[in-house]
């Protein structure tokens, strides 16, 4: 079984719209990161946080917004999307226990706006 | 911030051996990783090295360390098809790393 789910794998939707984008772990960690992967300007980090009232905006958070359910589960929203939000997003965890930090990748979900 | 360049492309014939460079302006990261993406994939962390530390050999693997250049390097020996992805280079220590664009690796008969 994964360690980092994602939910959905894949979302068409339209301008305007509403968006969640889901991230579950099995892996026990405390700290969870939302990134967009966009060709040629690589990983982006929108929010992360370190802890269940931790919140914390990374450089691109402009049109998102996150939750943190429990120490399990982080969510990203899009209050209202736009076609430029199109790209492919990750949820990532880490141990803040661990000795190298590795950031452990969920398999993404495909986001297009049209 | 810190700034971590990566060339976007790079193409190679199969068996033979693949470099791929980072350069980096911070130096005071505690940890340099290498991270790979296949295809339709997350990132996987595929190796990574001690900012004390000049190099580290993993089987076909061999990471390159300058710290006086600000120069990392990941050399896979007799490249494979399997090892076409996109490789990562990312720094970072107790805190939020900072990832490179990410270097599409094409392995071709």
Not at chain 1, 73 to 87: M, R
Not at chain 2, 26 to 45: F, H, I, N, V
Not at chain 2, 59 to 85: C, E, F, M, P, Y
Request: net charge neutral; charged share 20%.
């Amino acid at each position: 079984d994964a360690d980092v789910t994602q939910t959905p794998r894949n979302r068409i939707t339209k301008t305007g719209k509403r968006i969640m984008l889901e991230c579950s772990q099995t892996k026990g960690h405390d700290r969870m990161y939302w990134y967009r992967q966009d060709p040629g300007l690589g990983l982006r980090l929108i929010y992360y946080s370190f802890d269940v009232k931790d919140i914390n905006k990374g450089e691109i958070s402009d049109g998102y917004s996150v939750s943190r359910q429990a120490q399990a589960k982080f969510s990203l929203s899009l209050e209202s999307a736009i076609p430029n939000q199109t790209a492919l997003y990750f949820c990532a965890t880490s141990d803040r226990t661990g000795g190298n930090n590795e950031q452990f990748f969920g398999p993404g979900t495909r986001l297009t706006v049209l | 911030g810190e700034d971590v360049e990566q060339s976007l492309f790079l193409s190679v014939r199969e068996g033979d051996s693949s470099v791929i460079n980072c350069t980096y302006t911070d130096s005071s990261s505690t940890y340099l990783y290498w991270y790979k993406q296949e295809p339709g994939a997350g990132l996987q962390l595929l190796t990574y090295i001690f900012s004390n530390m000049d190099m580290k050999q993993d089987q076909r693997l061999t990471v390159l360390l300058n710290k006086k250049d600000k120069h990392l390097s990941l050399r896979i020996a007799d490249t494979q098809t399997g090892d076409s992805a996109i490789y990562f280079c990312a720094l970072g220590g107790s805190y939020i790393p900072t990832f490179g664009r990410g270097t599409s690796l094409i392995v071709h008969p």
